[in-house]
Structure formats: structure tokens, C-alpha cells
């Protein structure tokens, strides 16, 4: 167990949908880093926070937006759904800001239909 | 642009024996490393790391070996048991970044 806890475990949902994914960091870590995996596909970095305030950009898309709340969870929030969103989403925490050791999360599948 | 790459999608090895997994990269920025090993249904969980300062680093079964010059990392497990069976993916950052980047990882069995 990482410490890092992912709400809700799946989540199937229809194109157009919106959808928020939940995580909380291990206890003590103030980054948290998304990740989108898709089918084949490595782990794509989306975004990371680091106590609260956005501190790098990936390959996110517009439709998507993250935040990371003063408790130090963050949401992932995922609209105007289309198909090719079907992926696993990872959220990772660490202590610092710069890029070291990540926990990850179990992960939520979204099925988008 | 795939800036760390696994060339090899799925490796089986014998128990007891060697498990070699490669990955390449190709930003010269990148200067430290890491190994994730994911089992299904769960997040990948940190392995083993080496900065680039080091050619090598030991932990127990599993060495990580760094090639600076040709851009390219292994990682050996010895020897291998069949609870290694997972997927391994690599990641590279640099020391001042805020980003992994992963490559899709190598899909391990070791045949009992």
C-alpha cells in the first residue's frame, strides 16, 4: 500500500460526460502528479501541483482540469468525454517539488461508451 | 514524441536465470532514472533509481545500469522469481524538471 488512495476505483460513463476523479496523497506529501494511461500506451504526465498551486503541464488536454485543495487532495476533472479518454488516470505524490520518487495510487479506470 | 523508449514490449525468462530490460532515451538533459514495477490492478511502485553521476547502482537482486554516452539504461534481475513476473517501465527526468517521462514499459514473466 503507497498511501495514496484513488476515488472512484472505475467509472463508466457515456461521450459529452463530465467526470472527477479524486486523490489523496500519502500523508506529508505536498506534490501530486496525474497520469493518463491508455491501452498500450506508457504513462503519460498530465499535470502536477505542489501545495496547491499548478506547477507543471503536460499533455493535457483542454477539456481537462486539475486542482489540489488546501487538505492537499486533488481532483482530476475530465469533460466533454469522448472515447479515446478510455484510460487508466494514476495519481502520484511525492515531498517535494522537483521530480523524484513518486507514489503511486491505484489507479480509476474510466470506460468512456 | 516518445523521449524514453522500451523497445521490447514483453520479455519471459526462466526462474533462476537473468532478466535483462532495456530502455533508451534521447534528452541529453535527463540525468536521473528510475524503475517502476506495476502489477495488474495496482499503481506501478518504485524499484530502484541511479543519477547520472553513477554508472550503476545495486539493491539487492536488482542493478541498474547507466550508459551515458549511448543514452541507455538496463536493468538486471538476479536471480529472477516467478513473483518478478510484472511490467517494468523506466523514467527519465532531469534534476531541475518537475516530470517523469515514461516509456510503455516492458511486460516481464519468469517461468517457474
Known amino acids: 500500500d503507497s498511501g495514496v488512495t484513488q476515488t472512484p476505483k472505475h467509472l463508466i460513463t457515456a461521450t459529452g460526460q463530465r467526470v472527477t476523479l479524486r486523490c489523496s496523497p500519502r500523508?506529508?506529501?505536498?506534490?501530486v502528479y496525474w497520469y493518463q494511461q491508455s491501452l498500450d500506451q506508457g504513462l503519460q504526465f498530465l499535470i502536477q501541483y505542489y501545495n496547491g498551486e499548478e506547477r507543471a503541464k503536460g499533455n493535457i488536454l483542454e477539456r481537462f482540469s486539475a486542482q489540489q485543495f488546501p487538505d492537499l487532495h486533488s481532483e482530476l476533472n475530465l469533460s466533454s468525454l469522448e472515447l479515446g479518454d478510455s484510460a487508466l488516470y494514476f495519481c502520484?505524490?511525492?515531498?517535494?517539488?522537483?521530480?523524484?520518487?513518486?507514489?503511486f495510487g491505484p489507479g480509476t479506470r474510466l470506460t468512456v461508451l | 514524441d516518445q523521449q524514453v523508449k522500451q523497445n521490447s514490449p514483453s520479455l519471459s525468462v526462466q526462474e533462476g536465470r537473468i532478466s535483462i530490460l532495456n530502455c533508451d532515451y534521447t534528452?541529453?538533459?535527463?540525468?536521473?532514472f528510475l524503475w517502476y514495477k506495476k502489477y495488474p490492478a495496482e499503481g506501478p511502485t518504485f524499484l530502484i533509481s541511479i543519477s547520472s553521476i553513477k554508472d550503476k547502482n545495486e539493491d539487492g537482486r536488482f542493478t541498474v545500469f547507466l550508459n551515458k554516452s549511448a543514452k541507455h539504461l538496463s536493468l538486471h534481475i538476479v536471480p529472477s522469481q516467478p513473483g518478478d513476473s510484472a511490467v517494468y517501465f523506466c523514467?527519465?527526468?532531469?534534476?531541475?524538471?518537475?516530470?517523469?517521462?515514461f516509456g510503455t514499459g516492458t511486460s516481464l514473466t519468469v517461468i517457474p
Open positions: 523514467a527519465a527526468s532531469a534534476s531541475t524538471g518537475n516530470q517523469f517521462y
Open positions: 534528452n541529453s538533459m535527463f540525468d536521473y
Open positions: 500523508s506529508g506529501d505536498l506534490s
Open positions: 502520484a505524490s511525492s515531498v517535494g517539488n522537483l521530480a523524484g520518487e513518486q507514489f
